[in-house]
């Protein structure tokens, strides 16, 4: 019998990679990745005012450079047998559109607007209007913020969407509804015109736009129109309905056949945020932590519906049945800054060196770039390597992680991090391995939040970059937790849960469960916790929520 292939399509913050996938074993067959240009090159961005911007031709030239990139490497015998698309994004990350379901940056006259463009995951420019729809549903009878863990965000749908409306009349007259990134592609694969036919995924309704069957879909209008009435009659642009990512949202439309090489028989799945797909990726189990570690962290835990129904953990990114495993409760939570707090610190660290390079009459300018490429490259291994090595002591620095603000437990994108404890002797080791160690206090503030709540979790699986190439992270990670840590052996955890969609879709499985284990790739790593170090980062830890509250006193006050 002769193998059926399927391509799972990963929109992360820096990049597009798409892959083939051989649906009888979950071998990859190709892949390709695709830096989005204009992001690269700082566009529409403003860091200084929280402002993260994407133009949508960098998501279609990627999809387009990537598809075809794998293809090509795959062969056309390949090709021939592609049988489903599914796709994941980062989120939330939604965009202003059309009647059609066009974003505006791509009609006449937004081309340059940021606001006309997606407002990517990281953007905090809608903190006040987080803090008025928080305010705001306390007033109400039912709670319509109890399925998202009692606060409301910046970086999700509504807070994002009223903020573009209030500040662009432009965009305001122009826009007709507002869509996430992980249903937009879906409906511009399979042709959609009207963006009211487009299917939205229950992932992103549930997590991020306060969507919930108990509710009956979407809040009432009257929750939105007293609260500004520029969102007045809002939801009926919007969405009652919802599916999950096993679902197809339709067949691969005749422009996107011609253009990717594939046939029109090509199902397209529903989409959803790539943590979740991640997760599936790497063969999450029920009450298991699966960890997606990049730049920031997405953390998702599963269980039976009957036996988590009736409790509301409060502080996280919510729980919304089949958000990632059909007919399993999903738990989202995370934090803001997990890879990006390393960058920081090397771009801190390195930039003003890079640029002395770029200026050095001692060194020609291809050396220059060259030397600074190899320091950029070099820097945070290396001196992890340091911070490895040094002694342990109850007088070592320490930081608080939130240099993004904190999305979980207990959402404030408004706070800002701490490193304390500096003195002549901190150098970079000694900073980095504070950071290190935030971080994953971070992260067991994560699962205190859940234990504590009623939801236990048993186990620890890392995904992503961090989680593949930094031993020493994921040692601090076992050693703060006390819990064992299994790493995936999947390089891209998240294609590969959007490739165990896609099949699902076409029906070549008939649960997702069935395609995890039969194209799941198992893990290659297990960092054990030392029990030498278990006092030391217990008291460290204590240490770190103190600091925190001091933190978030002066924060309050600024």
Excluded at 79 to 92: E, F, L, N, P, Y
Excluded at 136 to 148: E, P, S
Aim: proline share 4%; glycine share 8%; charged share 20%.
């Amino acid at each position: 019998m002769s193998s059926s292939f399927v391509i799972g399509v990963d929109y992360g913050t820096d990049s597009v990679r798409s892959v083939i996938v051989d649906t009888s074993n979950g071998a990859e067959i190709s892949s390709s990745v695709f830096y989005y240009p204009r992001w690269r090159d700082g566009l529409y961005c403003d860091a200084a005012n929280n402002q993260f911007r994407q133009h949508p031709l960098d998501f279609t030239e990627g999809l387009e450079n990537t598809v075809t990139e794998c293809l090509r490497l795959a062969g056309p015998a390949v090709a021939q047998r592609v049988k489903a698309i599914s796709v994941d994004t980062t989120g939330s990350s939604p965009v202003a559109v059309d009647r059609s379901g066009t974003p505006l940056a791509l009609i006449p006259g937004f081309e340059q607007n940021p606001n006309a463009m997606f407002v990517l995951w990281k953007d905090h420019t809608a903190v006040n209007e987080a803090a008025e729809i928080n305010n705001h549903a306390a007033g109400f009878n039912t709670n319509y913020l109890q399925f998202v863990g009692g606060i409301y965000s910046s970086e999700w749908f509504w807070a994002k969407l009223l903020h573009i409306l209030r500040v662009d009349p432009t965009v305001r007259a122009a826009n007709y509804s507002w869509v996430e990134h992980c249903d937009w592609i879906p409906f511009l694969l399979t042709g959609g015109t009207d963006v009211q036919q487009m299917r939205r995924g229950v992932c992103s309704a549930g997590h991020k736009a306060l969507w919930a069957k108990e509710f009956g879909g979407l809040p009432p209008n009257d929750f939105f129109s007293s609260l500004d009435p520029l969102l007045n009659g809002y939801t009926s642009r919007l969405f009652t309905n919802t599916y999950t990512a096993d679902q197809p949202a339709g067949h691969l439309s005749p422009e996107w056949a011609a253009r990717l090489g594939l046939t029109t028989s090509v199902v397209i799945g529903v989409g959803a945020f790539d943590a979740h797909m991640g997760a599936v990726g790497g063969q999450i189990e029920p009450y298991h932590l699966s960890k997606v570690m990049g730049t920031s962290t997405c953390d998702m835990l599963v269980a039976p519906v009957n036996e988590v129904e009736h409790i509301l953990v409060k502080g996280i990114c919510g729980q919304v049945p089949g958000s990632v495993i059909p007919g399993m409760m999903g738990m989202e939570a995370g934090q803001s800054a997990f890879g990006d707090t390393y960058a920081w610190f090397r771009k801190m660290t390195t930039q003003s060196v890079g640029k002395l390079l770029r200026t050095s009459k001692l060194v020609d300018k291809d050396l220059a770039a060259a030397l600074e490429t190899e320091l950029n490259d070099r820097f945070i291994k290396e001196v992890s390597t340091e911070a490895a090595a040094l002694p342990l002591s109850d007088k070592d620095e320490l930081a608080i992680d939130w240099l993004n603000g904190r999305r979980t437990p207990d959402a404030n994108q408004m706070l800002k991090a701490t490193i304390t404890g500096l003195h002549l002797g901190s150098d970079a080791p000694r900073i980095l391995r504070a950071l290190i160690e935030s971080t994953c206090f971070g992260a067991k503030a994560i699962v205190d939040r859940f234990n504590e709540q009623g939801v236990p979790v048993k186990g620890l699986i890392g995904l992503g970059g961090v989680a593949k190439k930094s031993p020493y992270i994921m040692q601090v990670m076992a050693d703060v937790m006390q819990m064992p840590i299994r790493i995936h052996r999947s390089e891209q955890t998240c294609a590969a849960g959007a490739a165990m969609f896609a099949a699902t879709a076409a029906g070549i499985f008939s649960r997702v469960e069935e395609a995890m284990d039969k194209m799941g790739q198992g893990f290659d790593a297990e960092y054990h916790p030392d029990k030498n170090n278990a006092t030391h980062y217990a008291k460290r830890y204590e240490r770190y929520k103190e600091l925190g509250r001091f933190t978030e006193g002066v924060n309050s006050e600024w």
